[in-house]
């Protein structure tokens, strides 16, 4: 019971409290919603210039690839047809995927950028490009649904985000069973490079490669939350600045204000000869309007108080002459004239 009484005794929060309280939630939340979508917009930046940088690989490759194909390839097959033995075989010349390779790693040294590009299969014929698990099974899904051809997302390897790319390759043509249905139809010194084993038994239509990029965003995604960090620490120092300010402002137009007249009324209610007294004008036109609402109210109360005090003396000054036996009694018919 002492507890509730308590409680319904317990002074009510000022208004002043809960609107800086308020006014400081706003500015957080609104500093917080602006750092996050900051960092997600740089994150986001970051993941479209993967998608470009890997679009650019890709298309280079394949431009390399198509070279080979129908330019350099049958250039040098119809130079060669009257000299070259059918055992003969040069890689340099014959396997653009073995050209893209060695393009790919002078690249790298021109540019380490740390990105990482394979065109992969199961088996392959070089061990640098024989797929790892989640390229195997990508192989696998295509051979299983003719209508895949690129999947993309974030991963994270090694601890690190990087966007993956995973294309469709190549399709084996009748035109390539040659070196790679069985060894003993395939050139004796593709044989001897590669061995018997690597890349054979494969069939007309099988996808027999996938084309696999990963560029890392670790150091974008490190790069956006550095200047969140950054970012944040100057909208806290802007926010409290902005609020020192509006409190500033607040307490000189608004609440101090406000203060004066609550005191004055108490005043004014506690001790009678305060009345008639006035308040300072404030500066904002709400707050004047009220000021001078309140002096008004107390002038009239003086007013009227001093008219009561008045119309008390007279009357007991008549009571007192109506007492006094040396006084000449006062007609009840002119009592109202007095009063």
């Excluded at 100057?234 to 608004?254: D, E, H, K, Q």
């Amino acid at each position: 019971m002492a507890f509730t009484e308590q409680k319904a005794q317990k002074r009510p929060i000022k208004i002043s409290t809960r609107l800086f309280l308020s006014v400081g939630l706003l500015f957080l939340a609104a500093g917080v919603f602006a750092v996050f979508m900051l960092n997600h917009q740089m994150k986001q930046r970051a993941l479209t210039e993967a998608e470009s940088k890997a679009r650019i690989l890709l298309d280079r490759n394949l431009a390399t690839h198509t070279y080979f194909t129908h330019n350099l390839k049958p250039a040098l097959f119809g130079l060669t047809d009257s000299i070259r033995d059918d055992a003969y075989f040069e890689p340099v010349w014959m396997s653009s995927t073995y050209a893209v390779r060695k393009i790919e790693q002078y690249f790298k040294n021109l540019n380490p950028a740390g990105y990482y590009y394979k065109e992969c299969a199961i088996n392959a014929r070089s061990p640098e490009n024989e797929a790892d698990q989640r390229e195997k099974a990508f192989l696998e899904e295509l051979n299983a649904d003719p209508e895949l051809m690129k999947r993309s997302d974030i991963q994270t390897m090694n601890g690190e985000p990087h966007f993956v790319v995973l294309q469709r390759g190549e399709v084996m043509a009748e035109t390539c069973l040659r070196c790679h249905s069985t060894p003993r139809e395939a050139p004796g010194e593709l044989v001897e490079h590669y061995g018997p084993h690597r890349s054979f038994g494969r069939k007309e239509g099988d996808v027999i490669s996938a084309v696999s990029i990963r560029v890392p965003l670790s150091e974008a995604y490190r790069e956006a939350n550095q200047l969140s960090v950054r970012l944040s620490a100057y909208f806290l120092a802007l926010l409290i600045s902005l609020f020192g300010v509006l409190y500033w402002r607040s307490n000189r137009l608004i609440f101090r204000p406000l203060s004066a007249i609550r005191e004055k009324a108490l005043l004014i209610s506690s001790h009678e000869e305060h009345l008639g007294e006035k308040i300072p004008l404030s500066e904002g036109r709400e707050l004047k309007e009220l000021a001078m609402a309140f002096n008004a109210m107390s002038g009239d109360l003086r007013r009227r108080v001093d008219q009561l005090g008045a119309q008390e003396e007279t009357l007991q000054k008549v009571f007192d002459g109506i007492s006094d036996p040396i006084l000449m009694p006062i007609p009840v018919n002119e009592l109202p004239s007095l009063l």
